[in-house]
Every structure is written in structure tokens, then in C-alpha cells.
């Protein structure tokens, strides 16, 4: 599958893995307990410092973000219809910061310090006769398969904008939900073979 890490280390890259999911974690948690637009938008502006310390070669990521942007669009619409625009910026915003957050913590972080942070934390989870490393792994894929979202995202809007000239948008949602649903299913046809069920 596609990654979006990043090979040369920066700063972030230097932060231990577990670190980085606490902080995660309590940032989503901060993000969910407020409604207030100000700190919402100041929590935005924080999160893109965070990228703009990442340095140049973070922009190749921001690619991904237009599927971000698109959906954060539909949504706020979405709440204008049917509610208020305040509510629609409130869950953009919310959506937008964490989904920025998880992506720095994938352009920083190898695949396999998360999954080794995802065994410790389950491992007490055996005590109960649980597969905890069956319940890492999925959490690992469930993290790959968000990075092949955006990647599918990506190259689907530039394949539509080679051929019409604009941005897919919401047209992309079936071709987009077709791949990932194939992916998905090679991936299960690849797991299946692997464990020998």
C-alpha cells in the first residue's frame, strides 16, 4: 500500500511513536469537549504551524488534504441545510484539525513503531483470551487504509482533472468507494492466504 512517510527525519520524526499517539488522543479528546469557533480556529492555526515546521517536503502530502477539503466542504453545507452554518465551521473545524493531526503522525512515524505500540497497549487485552496482536494488526491496517484513501483520492482528481480540466469533487465519491472496497477485499484475500484460513 501507499505511504505517506516521510524518509528525511525532522524534528517530529524524533518524538517516540507512543508519544505521539497520547498526544493524539488528548488533542481529539480537547477538540470534542469544545464548541467555541475561536479556539477551534486557534486549535486550525496551531495545526498548521505544526505542518509549516515540518519543512518543505511535508507539501507533497497536502495533496491528499483535497478530499479532506471537499468532504469538511459537504459537511458544512450539509449544517447549513439542515441546522446552522456555526455547527457546520464547529464540526469542520473539529473534523479537519484531528484528521491534519493523524496525518502528521503518519508523515512522522514507521509503520511498524505503530503496530508495536498498538501490541503493548492490547497486550493486556490476552489476560481475557483476546487475539491482541490479531486486534494491532487491524488497527494497523485500519491507518494504512486511511493513507490509501487520500492516495486514491489524489489520483483520481488529477486523472479527472487531466481529462475535464476541474476538480472531481463529489463526483469522485463512486469511483472512490469502488477502490477502496476492491482494496479492502485484496487485502482480506491477502490476510486469508497469509494465515492459511
Do not use: C
Not at 509503520?111 to 503493548?120: G, H, I, K, R, W
Not at 472531481?168 to 476492491?182: D, K, N, T
Request: aromatic content about 8%; glycine content about 10%; overall charge positive.
Amino acid at each position: 500500500m501507499h505511504s505517506f512517510y516521510l524518509e528525511r527525519p525532522g524534528w517530529l520524526h524524533r518524538v517516540p511513536a507512543g508519544v505521539k499517539l497520547a498526544g493524539l488522543s488528548l488533542a481529539g479528546t480537547a477538540l470534542f469537549m469544545t464548541a467555541d469557533q475561536a479556539l477551534l480556529g486557534a486549535a486550525a492555526l496551531a495545526v498548521a504551524a505544526l505542518y509549516l515546521s515540518l519543512g518543505r517536503e511535508a507539501g507533497r502530502a497536502l495533496g491528499a488534504f483535497r478530499g479532506l477539503a471537499v468532504a469538511l466542504l459537504l459537511i458544512l453545507l450539509f449544517h447549513a441545510l439542515v441546522g446552522s452554518w456555526r455547527d457546520g465551521a464547529v464540526t469542520a473545524l473539529r473534523l479537519g484539525s484531528l484528521s491534519a493531526l493523524g496525518m502528521a503522525l503518519t508523515l512522522t512515524t514507521r509503520f511498524d513503531d505503530l503496530l508495536s505500540v498498538a501490541e503493548t497497549l492490547l497486550r493486556p487485552l490476552k489476560l481475557f483470551g483476546l487475539p491482541a496482536e490479531r486486534m494491532a494488526l487491524a488497527f494497523g491496517l485500519m491507518l494504512r487504509f486511511i493513507e490509501t484513501f487520500f492516495a486514491q483520492w489524489q489520483r483520481l482528481d488529477e486523472a479527472h482533472r487531466a481529462r475535464s480540466g476541474r476538480a472531481g469533487g463529489w463526483r469522485l465519491l463512486a469511483p472512490l468507494a469502488i477502490q477502496a472496497l476492491a482494496a479492502a477485499d485484496r487485502a482480506a484475500e491477502a490476510l486469508s492466504a497469509r494465515l492459511g484460513r
